[in-house]
């Protein structure tokens, strides 16, 4: 028997997790100065959660749940997505309340599930990095989370980027836009897919997302959205396209993006990258846009938000695509090498040691030669080697190396053990001479 990892999931293992550790810090680092906090919440959610938010014709819905009942008979789901686990977690919490800043301001990082087909970009559990903002409509929020999304995918390396924005307006603008869209849709109904055929008269809209050619030639020709908005849902869009021109953020309007989920409005907006990772076709990487009503379909009060979802497999791809290398540094401070066997404790301990001093240190378990012991510490890129053989062991001494400059000296272990940084800087400062 064969053990094998379900279709759809990777293993990150070593190497590879220093990547997403990078990104994951890089994402850290940069909410910590938008002032997001992090939330953690159940990576399994009663399906409801998702069935009612999502949309009914939604693809995650319709194809995608990982769902199954437990063995209480609950319904449950691996969230698909970030978003209405976070709004979930908003309502019951009370994060809404009077004590609590506006906008209340909080990022997930996690995996999520989707029953897709594999391929590359698309796996069944893959990792988002996301963010929410609640209690505020003002448009200058979404020019900020943005804007904020823009920062982070160039702080990791991507340069070649689209923003590409759109709005789908408030309910009284959707429901003109949805009039007009039928009445140009209706006619061409035998022409759609069957999958089209099935949303047109559940939700029109999401045939603007179809996948389908021949369905995408006829949403080409459909009319947009634009000529349909309310003056305040065309305020707001101009607002968002008036700051985003303020803070030299370049974007394209595409009037007949819809995203793949129903609880949007107003401002959506995705980053794209036509990277040869996938094949030259501008693939999505970052998602989002806003949702006001979300959270009153989920229970609680009336309280405007806005968000995005990362896909970090995919950026993951375009970076290695476009051979961007993110600063990884793996380097050993230093390794221990003991000559002979009657070296064994005081190797030991030195390491022991020198970690408990702040440093990286490592040294052989194998009985190696001191120069395979060396040929360790190149491997590792040791910046310093320290080597105790049985005489210097006697006399109280090691001898410690700078890899860089060759210099070496000779060092008491007391002062090792007493203060190492010291020595390491007599050693480190020996470069610059
Ligand atoms: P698509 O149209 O590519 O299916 P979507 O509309 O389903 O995307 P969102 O729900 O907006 O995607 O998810 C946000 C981001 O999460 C996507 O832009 C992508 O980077 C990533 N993503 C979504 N589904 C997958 C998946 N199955 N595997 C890997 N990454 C994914
Ligand atoms: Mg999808």
């Known amino acids: 028997m064969k053990y094998q990892r379900p279709k759809g999931t990777t293993d990150i293992i070593p190497g590879e997790s220093a990547k997403w550790q990078y990104i994951e810090q890089t994402a850290r680092q940069l909410f910590q ?23 009914e014709t939604s693809d995650i819905v319709t194809k995608e749940m990982y769902d199954f009942f437990d063995k209480g008979d609950r ?73 904020m999304a823009v920062n982070l995918l ?85 607002t968002v396209k008036k700051l985003l021109q303020a803070l030299d953020i370049p974007f394209e309007i595409e009037t007949n993006m819809v995203r793949g989920l129903d609880y949007y409005n107003h401002t959506i907006f995705e980053i794209m990258s036509n990277s040869k990772a996938f094949g030259g076709h501008w693939t999505t990487v970052c998602a989002g ?42 380097d050993l401070d230093i390794y ?26 490592e040294r052989d378990y194998l009985g190696r030669k001191p120069k395979g012991q060396f040929k360790a510490a190149n491997r590792m890129s040791a910046h310093l080697t320290l080597t105790i053989g049985e005489e210097e062991l006697r006399d109280g001494k090691a001898n410690l190396k700078n890899m860089q400059t060759g210099n070496e000296v000779s060092v008491a272990l007391r002062d090792i053990y007493t203060g190492f940084d010291k020595v390491y800087q007599n050693i480190v400062e020996s470069e610059e001479e």
């Open 33 to 55: 100065k938008y002032r997001y906090s992090e939330i953690r919440t159940p990576i399994f959610e009663n399906f409801e959660v998702f069935s009612r938010t999502s949309g």
């Open 75 to 147: 319904h449950i789901t691996l969230r698909p997505e970030g978003t209405a686990g976070v709004v979930r977690a908003y309502v019951e919490n009370k994060l809404y309340g009077p004590e609590i800043q506006r906008p209340f301001k909080t990022f997930y990082m996690g995996p999520m599930f989707r029953y897709e087909r594999p391929q590359s970009g698309r796996q069944r559990q893959f990792h988002q990095i996301g963010v929410e903002a609640f209690g505020v409509d003002n448009p200058t929020l979404d020019v900020e989370v943005m804007a």
């Open 154 to 238: 160039r702080q990791c390396g991507l340069q070649d980027l689209k923003l590409v924005i759109n709005t789908l307006g408030d309910a009284e603008s959707r429901a003109a836009y949805h009039a007009a869209l039928m009445q140009y849709l209706e006619p061409l109904e035998n022409e759609l897919s069957d999958d089209s055929k099935e949303r047109l008269h559940k939700n029109p809209l999401r045939i603007l997302d179809s996948k389908d050619k021949e369905d995408q030639k006829i949403v080409d020709a459909a009319p947009s959205i634009l000529d349909y908005l309310t003056p305040e849902a065309a305020e707001h869009f101009s």
């Open 289 to 330: 846009g806003r949702y006001n009503g979300l959270v009153e379909q989920l229970g609680g009060p009336e309280v405007p938000g806005i968000g995005f979802g990362l896909g970090v497999e995919r950026l993951l791809l375009v970076l290695e695509a476009e051979e961007i290398e993110l600063p990884i540094a793996d």
């Open 336 to 361: 221990v090498v003991g000559i002979g066997e009657a070296t064994n404790e005081e190797t030991l301990k030195l390491v022991q040691a020198l970690r408990h001093a702040g440093y990286s240190a």
